[in-house]
């Protein structure tokens, strides 16, 4: 059968050959879906740019459905939404600005931060320092009851697990 060539953008195989793959990889239907991929990860700003760049779908706006899709040439946002997207880039700038400020951290946070570490670090060195039969084991809220575990999850019996005569390790 030879190799077979998978396209992730596409969700397709198809055999592989130099041919073959510079067909698919120039095709529109390739192109379509590789813009739409990395449109996923666009930031707000660069959206709004384009969106109000473009003049408003008629259709779109009429009947709530256009032919094109996401490959219309013309903007599916209302005024509403263009709205939404530009409080939500000039949020994002906002913040981009107390970052470069470092007024990101507010105060004592790092203070309480330390304390919840200390006391952290002064539980677990009290635990260690008790014998394995002095610790307590807390079961976890919502897991199903121990007798309910399968037997590769389930503790060994006090003692351990009995021998087999005749077992021989090596």
């Not at 793959?21 to 991929?37: D, E, F, I, S």
């Not at 060195?125 to 309910?148: H, I, K, M, N």
Request: glycine share 8%; charged share 25%; net charge positive.
């Amino acid at each position: 059968m030879g190799k077979r060539y998978f396209c992730d953008y596409c969700d397709r195989s198809f055999q592989d050959n130099l041919h073959n793959r510079k067909k698919h990889l120039n095709g529109v239907q390739h192109l379509r879906a590789k813009r739409a991929w990395y449109d996923l990860f666009r930031d707000a700003a660069a959206i709004l740019q384009e969106e109000q760049t473009k003049k408003p779908c008629r259709k779109f706006l009429q009947t709530g459905q256009c032919d094109f899709g996401s490959n219309c040439r013309f903007s599916h946002m209302t005024e509403q939404d263009l709205e939404k997207l530009s409080a939500q880039v000039q949020g994002e700038q906002r913040s981009k600005e107390l970052q470069q400020e470092g007024a990101d951290i507010p105060p004592g946070t790092i203070e309480d931060w330390l304390e919840r570490r200390a006391k952290r670090l002064n539980a677990s060195e009290a635990q260690s320092s008790l014998t394995p039969c002095q610790r307590t084991f807390q079961y976890p809220p919502g897991w199903p009851p121990v007798q309910d575990l399968p037997p590769s999850l389930q503790a060994p019996p006090p003692g351990g697990w009995p021998v087999p005569p005749g077992l021989q390790w090596g």
